[in-house]
């Protein structure tokens, strides 16, 4: 239920983050030049499965969203190469997906979530937390990483897995929407003989 009005923006920030880097130009449209016509009719739409699970059960359109408008963006600056972090790696497979099926000219690179000392993922976000929630929040990547141990270690009962670092963060007093071990390439479940020791 995020406001979009309200959705920590740090473009003057961002900015002087880009220029240290040594970038020359920053293409930055607002709504109007996105959405001339007004409200968007016309979409791309990723496969089901990739879309509609995961984070997408719990966001229905997200990533019909993030794809409409990224196929815009591309289009307006027919970009060479174009960088997603691998925070949101579903979202990452969406365009990945776009990409491939629609024959777009893009090379597209994925770079490593981007981490605090305490293992939170940056996120502009984090500004909504309380300190007791900033406290606990890396809680989930130690979670991850548990379940991450466990299956390096030759655990294989991904459902059990699952269930059982559900129940872990529960404990703690988190609402937890899922944990899925998925293949990397696709999301889909992973069988037995695919969980990568």
């Known amino acids: ?11 003057e920030e961002d900015c002087k983050k880009l220029q ?9 449209p607002d709504v109007a ?7 968007q009719t016309c979409f791309v739409e990723p496969p089901d499965a990739l879309q509609n699970g995961h984070c997408g059960a ?9 794809a409409t408008v990224v196929n815009k963006l591309f289009h307006l600056v027919q970009p ?19 990409v491939r099926e629609l024959d777009m000219p893009v090379q ?9 000392a305490d293992g939170l993922a940056l996120s502009s976000r984090n500004q909504y937390l309380q300190p007791a929630e900033r406290a606990e929040a890396p ?11 466990r299956l390096h270690g030759g655990q294989r009962d991904t459902a ?15 609402s937890v929407d899922y944990i899925a071990v998925r293949r990397q390439r696709d999301l889909h479940k992973a069988a037995a003989d695919e969980v990568a020791a």
């Open 20 to 28: 240290q880097a040594g970038v020359d130009a920053v293409f930055h």
């Open 58 to 66: 719990f966001r229905p359109g997200h990533f019909r969203g993030v």
């Open 1 to 11: 239920n995020e406001d979009l009005a309200t959705y920590p923006r740090t473009f």
């Open 139 to 149: 809680q989930l990547q130690a979670t991850l990483r548990e379940l991450q141990a």
């Open 108 to 116: 597209l690179v994925g770079v490593p979530t981007q981490r605090a």
């Open 80 to 98: 060479d190469v174009a960088v997603f972090g691998r925070k949101d790696y579903q979202q990452l497979k969406v365009i990945e997906t776009m």
């Open 33 to 39: 030049a996105l959405y001339p016509y007004g409200e």
């Open 160 to 174: 059990k897995l699952e269930a059982d670092e559900i129940a872990r963060l529960a404990a703690r007093g988190w």
